[in-house]
């Protein structure tokens, strides 16, 4: 086992997909879980895929493993056919116990990192992404959090130094870490907005309500939204589904 | 997690030089393993079921009813109860195999693993041509609705529309599955889920009101009013209605949990339809007396529940109708394309068979391959021949699908692991294939001779095209 942080970086991987610029320098530090995958219609076995397209798609994710190798990273890769993409995704996260889902996007050097606090849940594995990741470079790290109405200023203040403080202890030097506090927005837009002045974004992946239903998960809305790339961390696996 | 290793090491190849793909490494709840490439299992314990009720119930109850009341008169009960029992003596060992091999093909896949691969040549061809008769049955059966809803509107046309319909629907269906990037298998879902509460309303109002609840009573019938012979020449001819628990199985490659969900999903739309055509044929022969009701052919449930709830009632059940019999022509069409594919992944048929156009990621050649024979099929119109042709073909998988099984419990390998194993081995495999070769002896003559061809036209093929190719495993 490493220190290093499990991120699963998903790829259509005949669709044409590939790893945009940037992002195995952003990923040198972790262990990339690389997830070759292709959707097919239900009218198609996954099976008739594969007998057609495994070649190519092994070549292509053979290049990928290579650019994230070059760059530093360990590689665990995967290659998947299926009807159901979320379910793929899910799996892999679950089997590899993924930190974080990254949605590639094309970025320069990283220098600023925005981290969305959304509460005290996930915190811990929030934490670990962003030490694990960024600890060693000496991007600057920006804790954003969108207070709620009934969240006092003390409440906020606790949450976001105790944070400060876990990331020192993981070898994320205090001076570089800033935060930054709003307070009568809405959350998803007041997050989209200020991560325009950022190269990359770290988010929660939260929890599916009503409204995810139609407008989506806010981490797909700020990744369709902002066009640089975003690491979702993953929920807590709830106890282990299968014995 | 259970992993079942699949010890079959296919050999040969085929006149084209194509060898058989090679087996997976490992089976999982959630994916078929191939070296470094992962198949993902998607299709839960609702979709098996279904597709299992989705593909029978449309000729059970939209179609035979009528047919089979005129054939048998009361005894149609019997017929359909009949039939039903050999599926579910037949269902209980594919299961069986299914848990041990849950890979795509079926029936052809445990054939020629488990008994060689002549025997799974004359099964995969006959699947794939038994579900083109079969589907060609479902639209000559649509096309039977779509004209009664002309007749209901009173438009008055100059020639018999059944077969043009049928046609219509026939290219509008393959040219759907070809093109359509829809999420197939939750339509097929909410259909199947539609029709089950429509069908369940409209029959618990037709069993009260043949027990007298609402004033009327039934008129008492004597049940063997045609004989006892017509009993079992109906079960061979509604046979049809039983075939869809198979095509379960033709997807078996893509069902998660396969050692949980294969036996539940074939076990249970057996008995599912079962319940509901016997009920139907109660209701329906309750409420017109067998003789009428024959007169009324293929659409006969329109009247039936015209009697029962007048005009919304004909329109509920024209409507129904309609939905049964294109959903049951669709899941043939695109189980078809499986079984094309699971024979040309194994060399019996050109690899290209199966080949994935890139636009829009579907199997084009085989739903072509299938869609279009059914087009000729159609053009034929004949009802029962069609039905008895499908039920022939599938009847010889069934028969050596439990011979395959009684095969493979006596030898053992060591690869041959089912988590669920049949109960009564060896009595109701045994029985299961006495019954289903039986059940072909009564049949139209006209039938048995088509099947047979079909046969023999299979196996001259493989020994042409394939010859050479072994697929049976270390048994």
Known sequence: MTDRPSILVPVRVLDGESIPEGVPDLLAAAHVVLLGYHVVPGQTAPGQAQMQFEDRATERLDEFEAMFEEAGATVERRLVFTHDGQKTLDRMTTEHDCLAALVPNATG???DV??????AVGIDR????????FGATDASVTLYHVAEPVETDEDVETLLDGMVRRLADLGVDAARIETRVERDQKALDAVVDTADEFDVVVMGESDPSLTTFVFGLPADQVADRFLGPVLVVQREPTDAPEK | MTDRLVDVDPTGENVAGEAPAAEPDAVTDDTTVHDDVELERTIGLVGGLAIGIGTMIGAGIFVFPG?????????????FAIGGLIALLVALPTSELATAMPRSGGGYYFVSRGMGTAYGAVVGLGLWLGLMFASAFYLVGLGHYASAVFAELDVALSFNPVVGIGLLFGVALTALSIGGTENTAKLQNAVVGVLLVVLTGFLSYGVLDAVGVFGRG?????FFSRGYVPVLSTAALVFTSYLGFAQVATVAGEIKQPGRNLPLAMVGSVLTVTVFYIVTIFVATSAFGADRLGQFGETAMVEVARDFLGLPGAVAILGAGLLATFSSANASILSASRAVYALSRDALLPRRASEINLRYGTPHIALLAAGGPILVLVATGRVELLAEVASFLHLIMYGLMCVAQIVLRRRDPEWYTPSYRVPGYPVVPAVGALASVGLIAFMQPASIGIGIVVMLVSYLWFRYYAGSVTLKGDV
């Open chain 1, 109 to 111: 050097p990283v220098e």
């Open chain 1, 114 to 119: 925005l981290v969305a606090v959304r509460g």
């Open chain 1, 126 to 133: 929030l934490v670990r992404v962003v030490a694990g990741l």
């Open chain 2, 67 to 79: 047919l089979a009341a005129a054939n048998a008169g009361l005894a149609a009960t019997l017929s």
């Open chain 2, 218 to 222: 039934t008129v008492p019938e004597q």
